[in-house]
């Protein structure tokens, strides 16, 4: 089935990618620092996990490291790095407009 | 699961497959009323008996066809509180959390949507093929014609009330699949979270109706098809009265029926229907010859029970002429009606007044257009 590709990143998949940043991380792994990062902000459910990680996988975003036993470890590509970039600079485009024109 | 109860039941999901919060309310409702799911075959779900809990139950479509649930994905469930209970219909994984602290399963409603991609093909594919299905049947109804249908289609509404109510009530709950399916990713796409709980009886209570429908249907179906075949005849009729004395009535043979099975044209082996219709009938036959020239009456006077079975009398005699010239409506006073038709010579006629009906087939010189006056003169 044909999907689309991502061209805007949800809070959740914003904070999952940038889990992934700096270094390699399993799925509980990432569920903590996003937690840890956003002080319980920006909750992550294992159902919004998994989704997202399958489908940044698929979109080449990320990729499978390591299985060991039942933990499977996550990276970063280049390709997602420059999809987080992007992301950035548009979230960076927005508070810069809204604090010119909305303050 | 099941060991550590007492006792078990299955039930079909009440919101279809797709009505995902319609049922999540269903299980949780059930487990505070101490049935917890633990088991699930296509869309019925296994329930065992234990103590009222507070859980919730999610529904978390699959990305694929048969999808396979990999044991560190199990794992990081187990990790935030989710235990794995079972496929569900082929689409679903059925996951608990008895937990309350445990965050939800899906927390961004963007991203739920996504995992739904592959569900909303395939439900829009289901219902376009049960849809076909539904059409042929109903064509294979209407055409091919059954056993059930000669004998009963007039005596016994039930077959047909059963197959109407059961296409209209799965239409019904196709329609309202797809809307809901629709609706929900609508929302979900619009960044709105799921709305928990959400009624379900109605529902339920038209699935009930469309089981109960299709179980009376395909039973009377069977009925129809394997009854012994020298009791197929008055089935629901019976031409006897209680102290088993003969009644007056007509008796229907449906030699068409036997035409198509290639049987013998005989009473005794015929699809036969008792009519009660006529109360009294009473059929005189005269043969002359005048001039050489023989002349035919056949003259069939009944007595109805009631206007409307006038009308279904005389339209069952022009059917019977259905070859013949077209009838010709002729108006007569005394008559409520005064058809006619022939057929190079011979003539039949037709004159009705209230519950009486007369039926002349007649070969001869006179022309029965001339002598309404007189047939009117012998009814009423």
Redesign the interface.
């Known amino acids: ?1 044909a ?1 689309e590709p991502l061209k805007v990143l ?4 914003f904070y999952v990618l940038l889990s992934l940043m700096h270094s390699e991380r399993c ?2 792994e990432i ?1 903590q620092y996003v937690s840890d990062t956003t002080a319980d902000r ?11 990680l ?2 940044f996988e698929e979109e080449g975003l990320i990729r499978e490291t390591a ?1 060991e036993g ?3 470890t996550y990276a970063i590509t280049e390709r997602g790095k420059g999809m987080f970039r992007r992301e950035l600079n548009r979230l960076r485009q927005c508070v810069a407009d809204g604090e010119r024109e909305g303050e | 699961m099941s060991e550590q109860y007492d006792w078990a039941y299955d039930a079909l999901l009440p919101g279809g497959l797709y009505d995902v919060a319609a049922n999540e309310t269903w299980l949780e409702n059930r487990a505070k009323e101490g049935f917890h799911a633990f088991r699930a075959m296509g869309s019925r779900i296994y329930f065992a008996k234990g103590e009222s809990a507070e859980i919730r139950y ?1 529904l ?1 479509p699959m ?2 066809e048969k999808e396979t649930l ?8 187990r ?2 509180g ?1 235990e794995y209970v079972d496929a569900v219909g082929g689409v679903f994984h059925l ?1 608990r959390c008895e937990n309350p602290a445990a ?6 409603p ?3 949507a ?2 739904y ?2 569900l909303k ?1 395939r439900m829009l594919r289901s219902a376009a093929i049960e849809g076909m299905i539904l059409l042929a049947i109903l064509l294979l109804s209407v055409t091919a014609g059954t056993v059930l249908r000669n004998v009963l289609r007039d005596s016994l509404p039930l077959e047909s009330l059963l197959w109407l109510t059961a296409v209209v009530c799965f239409t019904l709950l196709e329609a309202v699949n797809v809307r809901t399916m629709l609706r929900f990713l609508k929302h979900l796409k619009g960044g709105e979270e799921i709305h928990r709980p959400r009624p379900y009886r109605r529902r339920q209570w038209l699935q009930r109706a469309v089981v109960f429908c299709w179980a009376g249907f395909i039973i009377l179906q069977a009925v129809g098809l394997f009854w012994p075949a020298g009791n197929r005849d008055m089935i629901g009729w019976s031409d006897m009265a209680n102290d088993r004395t003969p009644k007056a009535g007509t008796i229907y043979l449906d030699l068409e029926h036997m035409a198509e099975q290639g049987q013998e044209m005989r009473f005794e082996v015929a699809l036969r229907k008792f009519h009660e219709l006529a109360p009294s009938v009473t059929q005189v036959r005269m043969r002359a010859s005048e001039g050489g020239i023989g002349v035919t009456a056949d003259t069939t006077h009944y007595v109805l029970l009631s206007g409307r079975f006038s009308e279904t009398l005389v339209n069952d005699i022009r059917y019977a002429y259905r070859n013949w010239e077209p009838f010709e409506e002729i108006p007569v006073s005394g008559l409520d009606r005064f058809l006619l038709s022939t057929d190079n010579g011979p003539q039949v006629a037709i004159a009705v007044k209230g519950v009486e009906v007369l039926e002349i087939v007649y070969g001869g010189d006179t022309d029965l257009r001339t002598q309404g006056a007189y047939f009117a003169a012998l009814l009423g």
Not at chain 1, 42 to 52: A, D, E, F, K
């Open positions: 089935m999907k949800t809070e959740s998949m799925g509980t569920v920006v909750p992550l459910g294992p159902g919004t996990l998994y989704t997202i399958a489908k299985v039942r933990r499977r | 999610r978390q990305l694929k990999e044991q560190d994905r199990v794992e990081l469930y990790s935030l989710w996951w965050p939800e399963l899906d927390t961004d963007v991203v739920q996504d995992g991609r592959y093909k």
